[in-house]
């Protein structure tokens, strides 16, 4: 979609500028002139709301870094000197631990938002690869960072996840301690979780670059999936995108701050305010609530399949969960993007959207909870239906929703009639005819 | 009071399953009515403050460490004694004279000796023990958890910790065997602990300070005061969180407004 800038430096200093370090024609035809189809609807705004967040993140983790002392037996007590005693630490530290959370619901609605309107199809497969990577880095940044308050979910959430690697078979437990630095979560493991969670968001901001310069390629995708044929299907970025984004984006902080400052330890664990133990397990280990389908997908796996056991099994479902989205773009055959025009595929999304979150509420409770009981045991505990179960349920279709629905609806589903052009589509008869 | 305490105990009586009593089973926090409760427009009352402080320093401070908190920190905006002629607490009259009260050990001196010395505000609260062996050792083994942060460490919040207080008139279910210096508490995780009822009438005489109203010190008022002390201990800048929160969501819905029509004006002579 990039055409010929349109850019015309007036002053003299930019003309000097442009004929040496070409930067404000690049900001101008990439956020001013930028063609964007005239149709893009809210679901379009999450890509801006990211960015403020990645900003808003880094900001305050680099003040917060600042008070933070990442020491075993500092940890907990100065990120409490930061809410209680350095000014504003109060509010830094409530941006910061619910800026976590909202960028994870950020990115859920946009990735979901991907998932829907196929923009992981050709030719934007490197656009949405690149995405899965912010995806796993900012997994592996939120993960570092929890563990830096050094309380009791701080310790053990690490020790859980930390122990993970070691179902690697042969190097599993070397390579946990390497990890760890020592023989268990420990002084050592702090000091590098603390260097990795300040390196790792500025590896992201890296490639955020490389994803913004992948969409400025292509251009953005649109609700009917349908390219861009004429200038009458676009409008320049400037100023249509950027007071609807800006509102779209005003609107969910406003949400954002609700929680900051009025429900600033919803989205939090209890135990968390209670300082790291290694000697005293907590009852019930839950991570963050950004993981837990991914925590479901792990503990659904409780059965050994050939030589792998049920451990390496859990780990295998867990990361190819996410690691199937990497080859998404080709085991969707479909040649139709938006499933806006894919009446069967469109359904199944849905299951699979309330199939994601079923998994998180499994995650969050206790494996063996039963949902539905039906009579009891022998020994007179209660059995039925348990949360294993539906876990296992909701994983077979995670899979077989990427593995088996998506290849095969593509030659089995009949798409309904796509509109002739974004303009059509907008206009429906007003539109002017793109020249056959 | 004590008649709806039993009416309500017999209650559980009858609904607790035999199933239901079974060692481990945790009863939910009775709720109850705070002048905090309202995450928007929520406060504390001074008065209540300074009694529950009163609780803490003459009955939990025997066994539990406030290690997060400064004396100070009674004397800042919001706590129990802050008092507008005194923006800094290290000047406010009433928190010096608590910090007199408290003895501190200091130093090394030029000699290299540790002293000891009267409290000052900018101190911190001492801790009842030397460390957490020494805790242990004179409480059964069981260590009395740091109150700092007790509301926001427990799931149950401040009406964990008021039912905590005053859960001890329960009957001992038939499968719970108590050794000595345990206690049965059905608010308390496994129902077992090893501290014992602590907010009996007569434990405390409420100091009446100018202006105040005089209140009796019943086992219920000592909880629903500690509690609150304990709440404001655990987040001491929750009303300026909540007052300045208001301010920026009444900011961030104007902007969103402004935007809102921004965009409509915009777009408004185009179809999408």
Redesign the interface.
């Known amino acids: 979609m990039s055409g010929p800038s349109t850019y015309e430096p007036k002053t003299g200093f930019t003309r000097w500028l442009d004929s040496r370090l070409p930067i404000v024609r690049l900001g101008w035809d990439s956020f001013v002139d930028f063609p964007t189809p005239r149709n893009l609807n809210y679901w379009w705004t999450f890509g801006g709301v990211l960015a403020i967040f990645l900003v808003l993140q880094i900001i305050t983790g680099v003040v917060l870094a600042m008070h933070y002392v990442p020491h075993v037996d500092y940890a907990f007590d100065s990120v409490q000197r930061i809410i209680r005693d350095v000014p504003f630490g109060w509010l830094l530290q409530s941006l910061h631990a619910n800026g976590a959370s909202f960028f994870f619901i950020a990115v859920y609605i946009h990735m979901f938002r991907g998932l829907y309107y196929g923009s992981y199809k050709a030719p934007r497969e490197l656009l949405w690869i690149l995405g899965v990577v912010i995806y796993l880095l900012m997994m592996a940044t939120g993960f570092l960072g929890y563990t830096l308050p050094w309380g009791q979910m701080s310790f053990w959430g690490a020790t859980v996840i930390t122990n993970l690697f070691g179902a690697i078979p042969v190097i599993g437990q070397s390579f946990t301690e390497w990890l760890w630095g020592g023989f268990s979560v420990g002084g050592a493991t702090l000091n590098r979780f603390f260097s990795l969670h300040y390196l790792l968001p500025f590896v992201i901001a890296g490639v955020v670059g490389l994803h913004i310069w992948a969409l400025h390629v292509p251009g953005n995708g649109n609700p009917t999936g349908l390219d861009v044929k004429t200038k009458n299907d676009t409008l320049p970025f400037h100023p249509y995108y950027t007071v609807k984004d800006g509102f779209a984006i005003v609107a969910f902080l406003t949400i954002f701050v609700g929680f900051v400052f009025f429900y600033p330890n919803a989205l939090g664990h209890a135990d968390n305010s209670i300082p790291a133990d290694a000697l005293v397990t907590p009852s019930h280990i839950v991570p963050e609530w950004y993981y837990l389908p991914f925590y479901a997908i792990l503990r659904a796996i409780t059965f050994d399949i050939g030589p792998i056991d049920a451990k390496l099994g859990g780990v295998i479902a867990m990361f190819g969960s996410i690691g199937i989205l990497f080859i998404l773009p080709w085991l969707d055959t479909s040649p139709v993007r938006s499933m806006r025009y894919r009446p069967i595929a469109r359904w199944f999304f849905l299951i699979f959207v309330v199939a994601c979150l079923a998994l998180g509420w499994c995650g969050a409770k206790n494996p063996d909870d039963i949902i539905i009981a039906m009579g009891s045991d022998a020994e007179g505990h209660a059995t039925g239906f348990t949360v294993l179960t539906f876990a296992q349920i909701l994983t077979a279709y995670y899979f077989a929703y990427f593995l088996v629905i998506l290849p095969v609806l593509g030659f089995t589903e009949k798409p309904k009639k796509r509109p002739a052009s974004i303009e059509a589509s907008v206009l429906g008869d007003k539109a002017v005819q793109p020249a056959e | 009071m004590t008649f709806s305490r039993i009416l309500a105990a017999f209650a559980v009586l009858l609904m607790a399953s035999p199933a239901l009593a079974a060692e481990g089973e945790q009863y939910e926090p009775e709720s109850h009515e705070w002048s905090f409760s309202s995450?928007?427009f929520g406060t504390f009352d001074p008065d209540e403050l300074q009694r529950g402080f009163q609780v803490y320093q003459e009955v939990c401070a025997a066994c539990h460490a406030l290690g997060?908190m400064s004396i100070r920190?009674l004397g800042e905006a919001g706590g129990p004694f802050y008092d507008p002629d005194y923006p800094n607490p290290n000047n406010n009259e009433v928190v010096r004279q608590i910090a007199a009260q408290y003895i501190i050990e200091d130093g090394p001196d030029e000699f290299g000796e540790m002293f000891e010395r009267a409290g000052v505000p900018a101190d911190r609260f001492p801790s009842p023990y030397p460390n957490q062996q020494a805790a242990r050792a004179s409480n059964g083994g069981a260590y009395p958890?740091d109150l700092?942060?007790i509301v926001?460490?427990?799931?149950g919040?401040a009406e964990y910790v008021r039912s905590l207080m005053l859960g001890y008139d329960y009957e001992l279910p038939e499968d719970v065997t108590l050794r000595p210096g345990q206690y049965y508490n059905p608010y308390f995780?496994g129902g077992v602990l090893a501290m014992g009822p602590q907010l009996v009438d007569g434990r405390v005489s409420y100091t009446t300070r100018e202006g105040q109203a005089e209140v009796e010190a019943t086992p219920e008022q000592m909880a629903h005061d500690v509690t609150a002390f304990l709440t404001w201990a655990?987040d001491?800048?929750a009303v300026?969180?909540?007052r300045?929160?208001?301010a920026?969501?009444i900011f961030?819905?104007i902007?969103?407004g402004l935007?809102?029509f921004?965009?409509r004006e915009?777009?408004a002579n185009?179809?999408?």
């Open positions: 995450p928007v997060q920190n958890p700092s942060l926001k460490a427990r799931g919040g995780p655990s001491p800048h300026e969180r909540k300045t929160g208001l920026v969501m961030m819905l902007f969103c935007l809102w921004a965009y915009v777009w185009l179809e999408h």
